[in-house]
């Protein structure tokens, strides 16, 4: 593979393939499943429910004391980090760990009953900007739409892709013709600039965003190595 | 798996193209080629819990409203060729689920023969001077020999392959003709691989057309920054 020094380049659009020649036909898929949902969330979902999902490393951490703040939990999945919580306006899904590829597909059809019927659905993806593929100057913060959203956020370029349950709930949503609004936003530093322009974004679709941003503490300075 | 159709199209006799995952991504690269060059239609969206979810901006067009799937299908009605282009792995535990369902999709659609594309790994070809190329197919092909292509005996192991074999195999079992193409690669930039594979392909299926020796294949605008963007000269 052509790297180029000091790029970190994980090779997650590469071939990861699983061995398919040896593996045993009765390997059994263990199906993910919620550790804990409040029933009560049913009687909330209607046409005039909206739906948000925020998807990345420290997800969480970044959005508890804005977003989160004074909502309520309703569904959880631990070992990947799942919480579905609802408040007002929105039922919202906080997908802490991008490692869930292998389950996307089976965790985004469980999250289907809040987003299926949902009038709006917005998907933001948080990623590294060392996974963004540009011809441009590198910038901390960088937010894609995909698809026409009719917002003014430039739309992402190829080869660039969204990846987890997010592309999972897009692609579900698309089979079934139904809009989403889907970001991808590339950050590097957790600094209060770039969280502030990701708030900003929520903001647009008239999300209360209030309280403080958190920054998360848990994360590596930089992506480069010497 | 759910197949949402786009387009009504009578797909009876057409040939299905389908790429395994494989060494070097060398079959999916290979079946962008003919899609671009043949300039083909969308034809419809799938979806199964196996296949492991992308989403982003068409690979094919600058439309803004245009995006791409894990897993869509094409069709080229001039030439009767409809393909299945995956772009991400399949569960190994859910990978028996999928194939069912695609020759479930293959039997009800009256698809004639199924034209398997991968690749192999090039450290397993112990006879350097054989051409990398080669084909296994199974009785029901009525086509016999595939020039470019050196036959592969039945019982053998494609290591990198993918699912290719469990896609060949069930086709046998069902009695849908069936052939795999593939390629000894290394892993790498695959892209020179992946424009003579597609040539030697096209040698046989005859779909791309090829004036005064030279094969007219068009690169798809989202092979654009394979390999991440280019290195900063400020951090030097």
């Known amino acids: 593979m052509d790297f180029n020094f000091g790029e ?84 919202i899904g906080i997908i802490e760990d991008n490692k869930t590829d292998n389950f996307a597909a089976s965790i985004a059809k469980l999250l289907s009953p809040w987003f299926e019927s949902a ?45 987890g349950c997010a592309a999972g709930i897009c692609t579900l949503r698309k089979f079934n013709e139904l809009q989403c609004s889907c970001f991808i936003a590339y950050i590097d530093l957790h600094d209060v600039i770039s969280l502030n322009s990701i708030m900003s974004l929520l903001k647009t679709f008239n999300i209360s965003v209030t309280g403080n941003i958190t920054l998360p503490t848990n994360i590596h300075k930089n992506q480069f190595y010497l | 798996m ?24 060398v079959a999916q690269l290979s079946t962008d080629l003919f899609i671009e060059s043949l300039k083909m239609e969308k034809y419809a969206l799938l979806w199964n819990e196996g296949v492991i979810p992308i989403y982003g901006p068409s690979a094919f067009t600058f439309d803004k409203d245009e995006v791409t799937t894990a897993s869509e299908m094409f069709v080229c009605e001039k030439n009767k060729l409809v393909i299945l282009q995956t772009r991400t792995p399949v569960v190994a535990a859910l990978l028996l689920g999928y194939i069912n369902e695609v020759f479930e999709f293959v039997q009800s659609e009256n698809i004639s023969e199924v034209i398997i594309l991968t690749s ?29 292509f050196n036959e592969s005996p039945a ?54 057309p090829v004036t005064e020796n030279k094969i007219d294949i ?12 280019r290195v900063k000269t400020e951090i030097y």
Request: hydrophobic fraction near 35%.
């Open chain 1, 8 to 91: 970190l380049n994980e090779p997650f659009s590469r071939a990861f393939f699983e061995e398919y020649e040896d593996f045993s036909v009765n390997t059994e898929f263990k199906r993910p499943t919620w550790d804990f949902v409040n029933e009560d969330y049913k009687k909330k979902v209607s046409n005039s429910t909206n739906f948000l999902l925020v998807e990345g490393n420290n997800a969480h951490s970044i959005m508890e004391n804005s977003l989160l703040k004074g909502a309520n939990l309703i569904a959880q999945m631990k070992k990947h980090n799942i919480k579905v919580y609802h408040n007002d306006q929105f039922f």
């Open chain 1, 119 to 163: 009038k709006m659905c917005i998907i933001l993806s948080l990623q590294s900007t060392a996974e963004y593929k540009n011809d441009n100057a590198f910038q901390n913060c960088v937010i894609r739409s995909v698809g026409n959203n009719g917002q003014n956020i430039p739309t992402l370029e190829v080869p660039n892709f969204l990846t």
């Open chain 2, 2 to 25: 759910t197949i949402k159709k786009l387009k009504n199209v009578n797909l009876s006799g057409f040939k299905l193209l389908l790429p395994s995952v494989c060494v070097g991504n």
């Open chain 2, 120 to 148: 192999a790994y090039s450290y397993e070809q112990h006879f350097v001077e054989k051409s990398p190329y080669e084909y296994l197919s199974n009785e029901l092909m009525k086509r016999k020999e595939f020039p470019g």
């Open chain 2, 155 to 208: 019982d053998f192991r494609i290591p990198g392959c993918g699912y290719a074999k469990h896609l060949h195999q069930r086709a046998t079992e069902l009695n849908i003709p069936s052939v795999i193409f593939y390629k000894y690669v290394s892993e790498g930039d695959n892209v020179p691989d992946a424009l003579q594979f597609c040539e030697k392909v096209n040698e046989v299926l005859k779909v791309i």
């Open chain 2, 218 to 229: 068009k690169i798809p605008h989202s092979w654009k920054n394979f390999f991440g963007s």
